[in-house]
């Protein structure tokens, strides 16, 4: 059928009309198998197709961009509950261990210690090895113990706990808490001063970080005390009277956490010569300061002190031997002899008296820990009872340690070859019960000689420091308030 004139004129009539060129060309014919088509498409095209689209995805948007506030409520809640739960099993999963692993009783101070087993140390070469929670180390986690008991560590607790998931009932302490082991005792000041020492030298490098308070652990068991010395040296050293902790109102199964904790188990293992002689710097500087002790004395001057015991490894002869180095001092120009017994002097008159002495003469005992009072290269001569040489072991050299890592000149050791006479073959273990308490007897010759030879060499040093001006300087303590 044939389209009116009218209605072809109309259809063309719209097609010029506008200004969008046709889609279909006029040579197209849907009757014909094979149509050449070409279209004329445009940038207009792209545009109009585009925005249609964008149109229809808003619309299809709109109803999800608000939640009804019920459906609202039940995912926030739903996410309360994925927290909590992931929370309470982080709770759930803190577990205790003994303090003190038994598995390992029979190498105690060996590798990881007995004591927190499952924990490695950190150590940098030549400096102390120790735990610091949180750390790299700990993956973030803060130490927690539980359990107070003094008499067995085994029934002392330890774990790593997320801050944010502590374990129930658990008590958050604020602050640095320092957290040692001693595998002997802190009642005596050589052994108490070892176990202590490494917290200073952290306390050195770590900007000078104070302790809140101290756990004092021996084998595991919980400490209530140290001696008054060494409690009077840390004191001295941190500025602050010790605080040891006693978990006082907090139930045996209720843990306690530490918002920061350093431990240490392994004395000064590990630390080189320099690094001890820096820290036991830093306790003599800060002792002298805690008890108004000014070193004003004369370059040439000798100070001679004999640092006497009572009871075991005393000297069986006091008078004779005061006698013997009294005579030796007074042949040499400024030098004075010192006398005094350590258990009548309080902490700062030893630290008064050890400012002033050059060469520190005493029996083997806990008192020769004064030496790193005295000045750098200072002397000490030691006097040992019959049978220690062969029986005391590695422990009768501890004063000779601790003079080289404080900086001090050991300048050997007499040991009587008089005593007790033992029942048992004097390389007989038994006998050392009997030698262990023996006393000193003295030998005119071997004495006057010694105190001589010493005396020289002291007298010989300084008046060369006193040539060379190169005598200890007087600036401050490191780590001053």
């Not at 299809?60 to 939640?67: A, C, D, T």
């Not at 003094?150 to 944010?164: I, M, Q, R, V």
């Not at 001063?193 to 084998?219: D, I, T």
């Not at 120009?333 to 008064?352: G, I, R």
Request: contains cysteine.
């Amino acid at each position: 059928m044939e389209k009116s004139p009218q209605a072809s004129e109309r259809h063309h009539s719209t097609l010029h009309s506008s200004n969008i060129p046709p889609l279909i060309p006029k040579s197209y014919n849907p009757k014909t198998k094979h149509n050449n088509l070409s279209f004329n498409y445009s940038p207009k095209h792209s545009i109009i197709i585009l925005l249609i689209c964008l149109t229809i995805f808003l619309l299809f948007q709109i109803p999800s961009l608000e939640y009804p506030p019920e459906i609202k409520s039940s995912i926030v809640k739903k996410d309360d509950e994925s927290t909590t739960t992931a929370e309470e099993k982080l709770r759930h999963a803190v577990t205790f261990l003994p303090l003190k692993d038994l598995r390992y009783s029979s190498t105690a101070l060996q590798g990881h210690t007995w004591f927190m087993s499952s924990m490695y140390d950190t150590h940098d070469e030549g400096d102390v090895q120790y735990q610091k929670f949180p750390s790299n180390e700990s993956k973030g986690r803060v130490l927690c113990i539980k359990g107070h008991d003094t008499h067995d560590g085994s029934w002392n607790y330890y774990a790593l706990a997320w801050p944010n998931a502590l374990p129930h009932n658990a008590t958050l302490m604020k602050g640095v808490t320092f957290v040692s082991y001693n595998h002997y005792n802190y009642d005596n000041i050589w052994h108490g001063l070892s176990a202590v020492f490494p917290f200073v030298a952290w306390h050195m490098k770590n900007g000078c970080k104070l302790p809140s308070r101290w756990v004092l652990y021996h084998w595991g068991e919980l400490r209530a005390k140290m001696s008054l010395w060494l409690s009077l040296v840390l004191q001295a050293t941190f500025d602050a009277p010790v605080n040891i902790e006693l978990f006082e109102g907090i139930e045996d199964e209720n843990p306690v956490c530490f918002e920061e904790a350093v431990v240490m188990r392994h004395n000064e293992g590990g630390m080189s010569r320099q690094r001890r002689m820096e820290t036991y710097d830093l306790i003599r500087c800060k002792a002298r300061m805690f008890c108004n002790v000014s070193v004003d004395r004369k370059a040439d001057e000798i100070g001679m002190t004999l640092l006497m015991r009572t009871g075991a490894r005393s000297f069986k002869n006091d008078a004779a031997v005061i006698d013997i180095f009294k005579t030796e001092c007074d042949n040499f120009k400024n030098c004075d002899l010192f006398v005094a017994y350590s258990n009548n002097l309080t902490f700062c008159e030893q630290v008064e008296l050890m400012s002033a002495t050059d060469i520190l003469v005493s029996p083997h005992g806990a008192q020769l820990t004064n030496m790193f009072l005295m000045d750098r290269n200072s002397s000490i001569m030691e006097f040992f009872p019959k049978g220690w040489l062969k029986l005391a072991g590695v422990g009768q050299y501890v004063y000779q340690w601790i003079a080289s890592w404080s900086g001090m000149k050991h300048q050997g050791a007499y040991r009587d070859p008089n005593g007790e006479p033992c029942p048992y073959p004097e390389d007989d273990r038994r006998c050392m019960s009997i030698f262990k308490g023996g006393k000193i007897g003295h030998n005119d010759t071997y004495f006057r000689e010694w105190a001589r030879n010493v005396l020289n060499e002291v007298q010989t040093s300084k008046i060369e420091v006193a040539t060379t001006n190169k005598g200890p300087t007087t600036s401050g303590c490191a780590c001053t308030l």
